[in-house]
């Protein structure tokens, strides 16, 4: 129950029936779909409908059999026919009518219901070649627009064509707090200092906001805001999660290896081949050797239920999950849903999938897969810490070669029922019918990767480049950044995703490179003023007139925090598990959280528990590192407010800034009011601001009871500014 728990977690709050998400599209093809199909099909499918009741499809399903019920109770999911059914609530109403499901098959059904029982329709496949996914990249030329003079870039001729052809203008140019503001969070995460904005707002040299730029990728904040990033990608976490909830000690070393990734610019290709197959690379020196042993982590991350007693089981398991991870973090592709058949949307065959798990298969991720299964770590010492150190010695949690293997077609996914072997090899449908064969001395991971990153892959730059773009315009040119298939959504502009693939590429794949590209663009500086027109016609501002309004992320919130508090610890690196040894039990149903989040480093740093993710994290829509996930969402819900105006963190916060503030003698009140204001929102207060400021500082001071009454008083006013919105929201 305890992985239905985890996937419950993982499942809350998606679409409803109907609608497919990658995540719940993937759980009904690898856990729902297999089950009706075992149990339910005979009587309820194609050949034979019992009750006029037929199960195998969207439509079907939704409108039930002949008693009239519906088979999921929308208001009361837990009460629906479909559970009481195969719970055998009722004597004389049982499913299956002559035998039982197993425990773990009804809670699977149980929370698929629970989630909204999603069962995608129908997709009317393509062939393969006619999706635009799967089409060969091209490099088109910017088309011609009317109004060429705001065009800063060739990007903005693409976004300017769109909104003309809707005879729609952009916004006008964000001013240059706005634009000091936005730049340094999107790049670092962190709120600019008012002695920052003072300097940029003087500089009047033309290369004034490229100078801005640079400045700020340069900065050691810019590898730990982006690294957060791609460690949502990786399923990043400090410990396993599901049955045995064990500290992953060693994670750290991976989560600093991405940080320093961004940080060098480390190229694309190179990040993506060193986490794929690092231990397969020649390394010249014992400094490069280690850092590519740490970033095959990538492939170790991901949650393992160490106690299934069915040890191979759990190998496909671990194999299912490492493929399904490569496919949607590079590949923008839900592979693990050809487990147990052909994909039911993608041109991803079931034969496809087992030979790309013949090259995970092949590859050592488990030192045992015994009863509590123990996972594999690459070995970091050098030869004179072997003759010379005591103690243990530093190890990663990684990956190596194992017993290279082709896999077997495994029937409904079940390793008990294997069918023919596969010989190891890419999809076809973008590697093509021939195929050099994998090389039989090794598992295959480096071909992969080399494949991934050949500059004419249709998919590997794309997914890449519009990852950058989501967290720049807060949605991506491809809105599912995870899902490029035929249920992910079209890219609103194609021709602009691929004329920025192919600079990415010949840029030498350069993320700082792409940073410049797009935010030296008029599209990326436009003002997010209203417009009633445009809205009307574009009213998701999926065509880019305006800038969008967005909430920071709950890291960014915390750490901006810290900041204007002035009590951010800037340490960068090492453990975040403070006396837990590697492999020691954390959170489960024996054990309690003995993780500690009184730190003042920066959010990047503090433990990633899955099953008990940090509560201020929870609160603003933090992943809990089950499943990748490139593409966070942004809700409102009222603990958040309550958050805002009692938080510990808050309220903390807002003494450390008002106190500091109250310590300059230098600085009378209306001095300080103005200060307060340009630490917290990038701006000084407007007349009225500062009127009423002072004014409820006064209140404030007559009403509050004890000592320090003045301090008191400037806290609570302190609170309110940085309980507002404009202090979470980048325009």
Not at 21 to 39: G, I, K, M, Q, S
Not at 586 to 609: A, E, N, Q
Not at 628 to 649: D, E, H, W, Y
Request: aromatic fraction near 8%; include cysteine.
């Amino acid at each position: 129950m305890k992985f239905a728990a985890v996937l419950s977690l993982m499942l809350f709050g998606l679409s409803g029936a109907l609608a497919a998400e990658p995540a719940d599209a993937r759980f009904f093809e690898t856990r729902v779909r297999p089950l009706l199909a075992d149990h339910c099909y005979s009587c309820h499918g194609p050949q034979k409908q019992k009750s006029d009741l037929r199960l195998d499809s969207a439509a079907a399903f939704k409108r039930g059999g002949s008693s009239g019920e519906p088979l999921i109770d929308t208001a009361k999911p837990e009460q629906s026919l479909l559970l009481r059914l195969v719970q055998h609530a009722d004597a004389h109403k049982r499913m299956p009518p002559k035998q039982t499901l197993s425990e773990k098959q009804i809670a699977d059904l149980a929370l698929w219901v629970k989630a909204g029982a999603v069962f995608p329709a129908n997709v009317e496949a393509s062939p393969g070649d006619k999706h635009w996914a799967f089409q060969k990249r091209v490099d088109p030329a910017p088309p011609a627009v009317k109004d060429a003079a705001w065009a800063k870039s060739p990007l903005d001729a693409f976004v300017l064509a769109k909104l003309e052809a809707k005879n729609l203008k952009p916004a006008p140019p964000a001013d240059r707090r706005t634009l000091i503001r936005r730049a340094t969070f999107d790049l670092t995460g962190l709120p600019p200092t008012p002695a920052e904005v003072d300097a940029f707002l003087k500089d009047t040299s033309p290369t004034a906001y490229e100078s801005l730029i640079n400045r700020l990728l340069a900065s050691p904040a810019y590898g730990e805001r982006w690294g957060r990033h791609w460690l949502d990608v990786a399923r990043y976490a400090d410990s396993n999660g599901l049955d045995e909830n064990v500290a992953f000690g060693n994670a750290w070393r991976y989560r600093d290896y991405v940080v320093n990734a961004f940080n060098t610019d480390k190229p694309f290709d190179q990040f993506l081949t060193e986490q794929l197959a690092g231990d397969l690379l020649p390394a010249s020196d014992a400094v490069t050797r280690r850092e590519r042993l740490i970033a095959t982590g990538f492939l170790a991350l991901g949650p393992k239920v160490l106690a299934e007693v069915d040890e191979k089981k759990m190998e496909m398991d671990i194999v299912d999950e490492q493929v399904d991870t490569v496919g949607q973090a590079f590949l923008g592709l839900t592979l693990g849903c050809a487990r147990c058949h052909n994909h039911k949307f993608d041109p991803v065959t079931i034969d496809d999938y087992y030979a790309l798990a013949g090259i995970f298969q092949s590859t050592k991720t488990m030192e045992h897969f015994k009863k509590v299964a123990r996972w594999y770590e690459n070995p970091l010492a050098t030869p004179w810490q072997f003759v010379h150190a005591g103690g243990e010695l530093p190890t990663a949690l990684g990956v190596t070669d194992g017993a290279v293997m082709n896999t077997p077609v495994l029937l409904r996914g079940d390793h008990l029922t294997p069918g023919k072997l596969v010989p190891r090899r890419f999809p076809v449908i973008l590697a093509g019918e021939t195929q050099t064969p994998l090389a039989a001395a090794d598992s295959g991971r480096l071909a992969l990767a080399k494949w991934l990153v050949k500059n004419d892959h249709p998919l590997t730059a794309r997914v890449m480049v519009n990852r950058v773009w989501r967290h720049h315009f807060g949605h991506g040119i491809v809105r599912s950044v995870d899902n490029f298939g035929l249920i992910g959504e079209k890219p609103s502009h194609p021709e602009l995703l691929d004329w920025l693939a192919a600079r990415f590429v010949e840029g030498g794949w350069s993320v700082k490179t792409l940073h410049r590209q797009i935010m030296l663009s008029a599209t990326y500086q436009t003002g997010s003023d209203y417009n009633a027109k445009a809205a009307e016609a574009d009213p998701d501002n999926r065509l880019l007139w305006r800038a969008n309004v967005r909430r920071l992320e709950a890291e960014a919130i915390r750490d901006s925090l810290l900041a204007v508090s002035g009590s951010l610890d800037k340490t960068m690196g090492g453990p975040s598990l403070q006396g837990i040894k590697n492999r020691d039990y954390l959170f489960d149903h024996t054990s309690k959280d003995k993780t500690t989040y009184d730190t003042r480093r920066r959010s990047v740093y503090l433990p990633v528990i899955r099953n008990n993710i940090y509560d201020v994290f929870q609160l603003f829509d933090g992943t809990d590192a089950t499943v990748i996930n490139g593409n966070r969402a942004t809700t409102t819900v009222a603990t958040q407010a309550l958050f805002m105006l009692n938080g510990p963190l808050m309220m903390d916060s807002a003494a450390k800034l008002t106190g500091r503030l109250l310590a300059d003698e230098s600085l009378d009140d209306a001095a300080r009011v103005r200060l307060l204001y340009e630490i917290a929102y990038g701006r000084p207060p407007t007349e009225r601001e500062a009127d009423r400021a002072q004014t409820a500082i006064a209140r404030f001071e007559k009403d509050v009871q004890g000592n320090d009454r003045r301090a008191k008083a400037w806290a609570l006013f302190g609170h309110v500014v940085l309980a507002a919105n404009e202090f979470v929201y980048v325009n």
